[in-house]
């Protein structure tokens, strides 16, 4: 049976608080806030050579801007290469699919402080990627000598596209049963989640993959998944796996059992 819908003791591991469905307009005003200035950002890095400086004090040799885009649509007038404009792309949709994430699906306390953190964290990982691609040094847009689209920046376009579908995909799934009265107390364990336990994660990680791959090339790439997937197996997934025992009991235990899978089907 479920366990009654009350607050777990909070984990001092995650940044969420599990449990509280306090509302949280403050948090979730200063996360949107903050996730829409995003894109500003990276257009500044990408079109605007915000950053260069520091890479040239640290001996990094930045690449010319290159022709910008000329579709003869009004996005020509960004003055952005097709490769830096696909970048900003990026950046864009991974604010949209977050200001949609806490003002449409999120159920827990979102409060100010946390907001600021997990919004930061995204804004320095895109800028990361971002000031990479400008270096001649690393960015993916040399990779091999290719020309435009480069293996690198498709070969990103569609991990990051894929990745993003999933978690978009999962989260929205999850959130329709969440929302049916009926459901009060059960895990969900439908959709995407039937073939991983945490699929939402595995998207996260995939599109956040993609980016970098795009950005920075191969080695930047398989960085990223290095450094996303061990959070997420060291940290979030045992954090949640121990929340969710708690709360939903042997709902939870049949759930691991028809599920053996974490965050890869038929992998992990």
């Known amino acids: 049976m479920a366990s009654s819908d009350k607050k777990a003791p909070p984990d001092h591991r995650d940044l969420i608080q599990r449990g509280n469905k306090e509302p949280s307009p403050i948090g979730t005003a200063t996360f949107i806030g903050l996730r829409l200035l995003d894109p500003f950002l990276q257009y500044g890095i990408l079109a605007k050579g915000w950053g260069s400086s520091a890479l040239h004090a640290a001996g990094l040799e930045t690449l010319p801007a290159g022709l910008p885009t000329a579709s003869g649509t009004p996005i020509d007038a960004l003055g952005l290469s097709p ?3 696909i970048l900003l792309g990026m950046a864009t949709a991974t ?3 977050h200001v949609w994430w806490v003002a449409a699906t999120r159920e827990e306390h ?3 402080g946390t907001a600021a953190i997990v919004a930061a964290y995204n804004m320095a990982f895109n800028s990361a990627n971002d000031l990479v691609f400008t270096t001649a040094l690393m960015s993916g847009s040399l990779a091999g000598g290719a020309a435009f689209p480069q293996p690198p920046l498709v070969a990103g376009a569609v991990l990051f596209v894929l990745g993003l579908a999933v978690e978009l995909v999962a989260e929205a799934q999850r959130a329709r049963f969440k929302r049916d009265p009926a ?5 969900f ?7 991983a336990r945490h699929v939402n994660y ?3 990680t995939m599109w956040r993959a993609g980016y970098s791959l795009a950005a920075g090339g191969w080695a930047w790439g398989v960085g990223t998944v290095l450094w996303q997937g061990s959070d997420f197996v060291m940290r979030a997934v045992p954090v949640l796996n121990d929340y969710c025992e708690k709360r939903y009991g042997d709902d939870w235990v049949r759930y691991t059992q028809q599920t053996p899978y974490k965050l890869i089907p038929y992998i992990y």
């Open 183 to 187: 459901n009060k107390g059960k895990p």
């Open 189 to 195: 364990t439908g959709g995407l989640f039937a073939y």
């Open 202 to 204: 595995t998207g996260y």
């Open 110 to 112: 979102f409060g100010p």
């Open 95 to 97: 604010a949209a699919k």
């Open 83 to 85: 490769y830096r404009l």
